[in-house]
C-alpha cells in the first residue's frame, strides 16, 4: 500500500470519525447505565427500531454467551421497546428521531458511542436478527474467545452472516416473544457463496445464500454483503466505514489469511426470515430509509408475493458450529 | 524425601492460590515468585490467602518481561529459597501459576521416587530443534539482544540485522555446549544446587544474560555439565502454537486431560471452572502407575497447527482467501470436463454415467442456464442453476460445486458455445482433466436444417473461440490435465482413447469396454467441411477429413462399437 493510499485512508477515517462527532447530538440518553461498564467487560451495541418481539431471546443469547453490558440506539420505536430496554439491568438506551439513513445507516451513531464507551473493551456490533456462533460457542464463553485473540494479538474476529430460514413459507409459523428463533427457522444454504477483495478497503466482499437465489438471480451485483467483522477490540481511533461489513484502519478487515491458511472465524446466524418479515418489509419499503432506497426490501416484498418459499431439497438443517465448520462456514483456524 | 514445587506467577492470582494451596495441603512446600510488575495491594491480597500455610514461601520479586533474563533470575532466588528451606526436598519441579496438576500429588511423588537421581529436562542442541521462534536458534546464543521482542520489534529485527550482516558474534563460554528445551522442567537437589553453587556461575549469568530466551537454554544448558542422567523431555504438558504461543486448556479437553496421563499441565484458561473443579480434588481414586501419553493432545494441536498454516484445499470462505498461487488446490477434488464429446456421441453423458457411476452433468457453463444432472434447477450446497448467478463468478461456482460434492468426481461438458470466462480457470487447476475432441461442435452443425450461410459464420465464430480456448491450454502456465484429439483423430481409434479417459477418472467400470455409446452419424461430413472451404472458411480444428467418404473407422448405421 502506497503512503498516498495510506494518508487517503487516513483522512478518510477522521471524516468518519468527525461525522460521528456531530451526529452525537442526535442521540439523547433514555437509560445510561454505562458507568457500571468495568474493564474487561464486552459490550454489545446495536441499533434498533421496534423489535420487542425479539429482544427478549436476543438478550438472553448473549447475556450465556458471556456479554456484560447492552449499548442499544432506539430510532423511534413506538411498540414498547424503549420501555423494555430501559427495565434491563445491564441495557443502556440511547434515543434518536432523526433519519437512520443519514446516520448512514445507525454507523454514525454507532462510530460515537464505541468512541465514548468502547475504548479497549471488545465490542460486538449486531443488529437484533444476528446471533453469532464461534468456534467451541457451545462451551466455552465469548471471554474465552476474546482471550484468546487478545494473547494472538489479534484486534478483530471475522464472520459471515448466514442467512436462516424456514421450510415452507416465511409466515408459517408464528414467533413469539422469547423463542428460540432457529427452533423452526433453521435451514440455511451451505455452498453458493461468491468472494471478491475490496481492495481499496482490504476487506472481503461475500454474496450470495438464499437471498441471492431468490430474490437477485437477475442482478447478482446487488445481492447484500455477507462478510462481517463484528467483533472489534476497539480502539477510539478505529471507525466503521459501512454497517459492520467494512472498517478502518483497513488491518482490522485482514480477518482472512491470504497464504493457504485459515484464520479463526465465525457465523452470523441471520434470523430475518421470521414471519414479522413480511410486515416488516413493507413497513420499510413505506419508511424508504433504508440501503440504496429500500432495493432490498423492494426485491423481497415482490419475491414474498410471487414464491414465499426459500427452502430447496439441498437446504442444510442447522445443527450446531462444528457442522458449519465441516462446511467450510467457518474455521477453528489453530485455536484448539 | 518430597518434591517442592517453585511456581513463577504474574496473573490470574486466585487460581495460582488454588493451585498453590492444592500442593500445599497434600504436605509439598511451594516458593511462589510473583512477579514484580503486580501491584502491591493485588500482591498481599494474594499472601493474606496462602498466611495460614506453613510450607509456603515468597522469593524475592522481579519484574519479568517474556524473553529476558529476568525469567531466569526470577527462577534462580526461588530454587535458592527452595534449597535453603526445606532441606527434605530431592527434586524441584518449576511450574507457573496458570499449570495444573492432572495427577494425584502422590503419583508424582511416587513417579520421582523411583527415579531419584533422574532430572526431567527437555535438553536438545541446538542443531536438532525445529521449533523456534522467529528462526532463531543457534544465533540466539552468538548473538546479543538488547531490546525487547514484545515491545521494541523493529530496533529487535534490525540489532540482529546489523550483527548478521557485521558477522558479530559472542564467544560461548569455555565447556557450555548450548542446549534449548522447555522452561518447565523437574531437577534433583543435587543438579539444581551444583548450577546455583557453581563457581563459574557469575561468567555464565553474565553470558546468558544477553542470550535470546534464556529461561528456555540457561538450566537446559548448564544442567548437561552436572547432571548424571537426563530425561530429556519435560513433566508439565505444554504445546506451543505456530507463533510460539501456548495453547491454552478449557473446560471441553477435560476428557483429553484426564486421558493424557501428564502430571502437569499448561496453560489452563483461569476461567476454566470446571477443570479446576474436577482435578484440584482430594485424590479420589486409587493411584495409577501409568507413564505420560500426551499423544492425543500433540495430535489436536498439530492438526490445528495445520489448519492454520494450510488450511482446507479448495475452500474459500471469510477466513480463507489465499493469494493466487497459494490455494494449494484451487478446487478440493478431481474433475473431468469433456469437450465435444456430446457432440460426437449420442448419449454420452448417460453412458459414462453408468461407466464411472459419478453425477455427470451436461454443460454446466451454457449460456441459458446451468445444466445440472438429471436436469435440477438446485444442487449441492443449494447452488442455483442462473446463468446469471453463474456468470457473476464462475470461479466461484466451480470451486463452490467440487467442494459441496466432496467425495465425488464431478464430470461435465464444455464447448465453445458456452461461457468461456471459467476456462482460465479451468486451465490453471491441477484437479481437472480436460478431455477435447476439437471440431466436434461442427457435427451438430452438419446435422441441422438450417441456412448454410447462417451456418458458416456459427461455425467460424465457435472455431475462432475454441482456437483461443485451445491456445490457452496449451500455455505454459496450464495445470489441467489435458488431452486433445482432432476429431478425425479420435475416430480413428475411439474405443482406445475412450477407455484412457475411463482409467484416468478411475472408479468402477475398470473392465475393458464392453459397451460403446452410439456415435453420430458422419457419411456426408467430409462434403460438409468442403462446402464450408467453398463459402470461405477454413474448418482446421477437425482434422483432416476425406471428401466424399466415410471415416475409415465408422461403424455401419450407427450401430454399437464393440470390442472383446
Avoid at chain 2, 510473583?34 to 498466611?51: H, S, W
Wanted: proline content about 4%; hydrophobic content about 35%; charged content about 25%.
Amino acid at each position: 500500500m502506497g503512503l498516498l493510499k495510506s494518508y487517503r485512508l487516513r483522512l478518510e477515517r477522521k471524516r468518519w470519525r468527525m461525522r460521528a462527532v456531530r451526529k452525537r447530538r442526535q442521540l439523547a440518553p433514555v437509560k445510561n447505565r454505562t458507568d457500571q461498564i468495568a474493564k474487561s467487560d464486552i459490550i454489545v451495541f446495536c441499533t434498533l427500531r421496534n423489535e420487542v418481539v425479539r429482544l427478549p431471546y436476543f438478550l438472553k443469547y448473549y447475556r450465556e454467551l458471556g456479554v456484560d453490558h447492552f449499548v442499544f440506539v432506539d430510532n423511534g420505536s413506538d411498540d414498547g421497546t424503549t420501555d423494555y430496554l430501559s427495565a434491563q439491568p445491564d441495557v443502556s438506551v440511547f434515543g434518536t428521531h432523526h433519519s437512520y439513513k443519514r446516520s448512514r445507516f445507525g454507523v454514525d451513531w454507532i462510530n460515537w458511542l464505541l468512541r465514548k464507551y468502547g475504548h479497549q473493551h471488545w465490542c460486538l456490533v449486531l443488529d437484533v436478527d444476528e446471533f453469532l456462533v464461534y468456534p467451541f460457542s457451545d462451551t466455552r464463553p465469548i471471554k474465552a474467545l476474546t482471550d484468546w485473540l487478545d494473547a494472538s494479538s489479534v484486534k478483530s474476529f471475522g464472520t459471515m452472516l448466514l442467512d436462516m430460514y424456514p421450510k415452507g413459507p416465511i409466515d408459517s409459523v408464528k414467533y413469539e416473544a422469547g423463542n428460540d428463533p432457529f427452533e423452526h427457522v433453521h435451514w440455511f444454504d451451505s455452498g453458493n457463496y461468491t468472494i471478491q477483495k475490496n481492495e481499496r478497503y482490504g476487506n472481503l466482499w461475500i454474496q450470495g445464500g438464499p437471498r441471492a437465489r431468490a430474490f437477485f438471480a437477475d442482478k447478482p451485483e446487488r445481492a447484500p454483503a455477507l462478510n462481517k467483522v463484528p467483533l472489534v477490540r476497539w480502539d477510539r481511533s478505529y471507525a466503521y466505514v459501512s454497517s459492520s461489513h467494512m472498517l478502518l484502519p483497513r488491518g482490522l478487515n485482514l480477518v482472512y489469511d491470504e497464504w493457504g491458511g485459515e484464520k479463526t472465524s465465525g457465523c452470523l446466524l441471520h434470523a430475518k426470515f421470521l414471519d414479522t418479515f413480511t410486515s416488516k418489509s413493507e413497513e420499510e419499503l413505506k419508511r424508504k430509509e433504508h440501503f440504496a432506497n429500500s432495493h432490498e426490501y423492494k426485491a423481497y416484498h415482490s419475491g414474498l408475493v410471487e414464491d414465499p418459499d426459500l427452502w430447496c431439497k439441498w437446504s442444510e438443517k442447522y445443527i450446531n458450529w462444528r457442522q458449519l465448520e465441516i462446511l467450510g462456514l467457518m474455521s477453528k483456524g489453530n485455536w484448539a | 524425601m518430597s518434591v517442592g514445587f517453585v511456581m513463577l506467577v504474574h496473573d490470574a492470582l486466585d487460581r495460582a492460590a488454588q493451585v498453590a494451596r492444592h500442593w500445599s495441603e497434600h504436605g509439598k512446600p511451594i516458593v511462589i515468585h510473583v512477579d514484580k510488575r503486580v501491584d502491591g495491594p493485588a500482591f498481599e491480597y494474594f499472601k493474606g490467602k496462602l498466611a495460614d500455610l506453613d510450607n509456603v514461601r515468597f522469593s524475592e520479586r522481579h519484574a519479568c518481561e517474556w524473553g529476558n533474563w529476568s525469567i531466569v533470575a526470577a527462577t534462580q532466588s526461588a530454587c535458592e529459597l527452595m534449597l535453603d528451606a526445606f532441606t527434605e526436598v530431592r527434586h524441584v519441579y518449576l511450574s507457573s501459576g496458570s499449570c495444573m496438576p492432572l495427577r494425584p500429588v502422590e503419583e508424582i511423588q511416587t513417579y520421582l521416587d523411583e527415579r531419584p537421581r533422574t532430572d526431567f529436562i527437555e535438553s536438545v542442541t541446538t542443531d536438532e530443534v525445529d521449533w523456534t521462534v522467529g528462526g532463531l536458534d543457534q544465533e540466539r546464543f552468538t548473538l546479543r539482544f538488547p531490546f525487547s521482542w514484545k515491545r521494541q520489534r523493529r530496533l529487535f529485527d534490525h540489532y540482529v540485522d546489523l550483527q548478521r550482516r557485521l558477522k558479530l558474534a559472542r564467544r560461548i563460554p569455555d565447556g557450555v555446549t548450548p542446549h534449548l528445551g522447555s522452561q518447565w522442567w523437574c531437577l534433583t537437589r543435587q543438579t539444581l544446587s551444583a548450577i546455583l553453587e557453581d563457581p563459574r556461575r557469575a561468567e555464565f549469568d553474565r553470558y546468558f544474560r544477553r542470550v535470546w530466551i534464556p529461561d528456555e537454554s540457561y538450566f537446559q544448558t548448564l544442567s548437561r555439565l552436572y547432571s548424571t542422567q537426563i530425561e530429556s523431555r519435560s513433566l508439565t504438558l505444554s504445546k506451543f502454537d505456530f507463533q510460539g504461543k501456548p495453547h491454552v486448556f478449557y473446560d471441553d479437553h477435560l476428557q483429553l486431560l484426564r486421558r493424557s496421563d501428564c502430571f502437569v499441565a499448561r496453560k489452563i484458561w483461569p476461567r476454566a471452572e470446571r477443570l479446576y473443579r474436577e482435578f484440584l480434588v482430594p485424590a479420589s481414586r486409587a493411584l495409577v502407575m501409568a507413564e505420560p501419553n500426551p499423544l492425543k493432545i500433540d495430535r489436536l494441536f498439530s492438526r490445528a497447527t495445520e489448519r492454520r498454516t494450510r488450511g482446507r484445499a479448495g475452500l474459500y470462505m471469510q477466513g480463507r482467501f489465499p493469494n493466487e498461487g497459494w490455494e494449494n488446490g484451487k478446487t478440493s477434488g478431481r474433475y473431468s470436463v469433456f469437450e465435444g464429446f456430446t457432440d460426437l456421441f449420442e448419449d454420452f453423458e448417460a453412458w459414462i454415467a453408468r461407466r464411472t457411476g459419478n453425477r455427470v452433468h451436461g454443460h454446466l457453463f451454457a449460456e441459458d442456464q446451468v445444466h445440472f444432472a438429471g436436469g435440477d434447477a438446485v444442487y449441492n450446497g443449494a447452488l442455483s442453476d442462473s446463468a446469471q448467478l453463474r456468470e457473476y463468478s464462475p470461479q466461484a461456482f466451480m470451486t463452490n460445486l467440487i467442494w459441496n460434492t466432496r467425495g465425488e468426481h464431478q464430470c461435465f461438458q464444455f464447448g465453445p458455445a458456452d461461457d468461456q470466462k471459467v476456462s482460465e480457470f479451468l486451465a490453471t487447476d491441477r484437479n481437472a482433466q480436460i478431455s477435447i475432441i476439437s471440431g466436434a461442435w461442427a457435427i451438430p452443425l452438419f446435422h441441422s436444417n438450417q441456412n448454410f450461410s447462417d451456418l458458416r459464420k456459427v461455425a467460424a465464430h465457435l472455431q475462432r473461440i475454441e482456437t483461443a480456448h485451445l491456445d490457452l491450454l496449451r500455455m505454459g502456465k496450464t495445470k489441467a490435465r489435458v488431452r486433445i484429439w482432432s476429431l478425425a483423430e479420435f475416430i480413428e481409434n475411439p474405443m482406445e482413447n475412450l477407455q484412457a479417459i475411463l482409467d484416468e477418472i478411475g472408479g468402477i467400470g475398470q473392465r475393458r469396454l464392453s459397451e460403446v455409446p452410439v456415435m453420430a452419424d458422419l457419411s456426408g461430413f467430409g462434403q460438409f467441411l468442403q462446402n464450408l472451404k467453398n463459402q470461405g472458411m477454413s474448418p482446421h480444428l477437425m482434422g483432416d477429413f476425406p471428401l466424399n467418404q466415410d471415416s475409415p473407422e465408422k461403424p455401419q448405421g450407427g450401430r454399437p462399437y464393440l470390442v472383446k
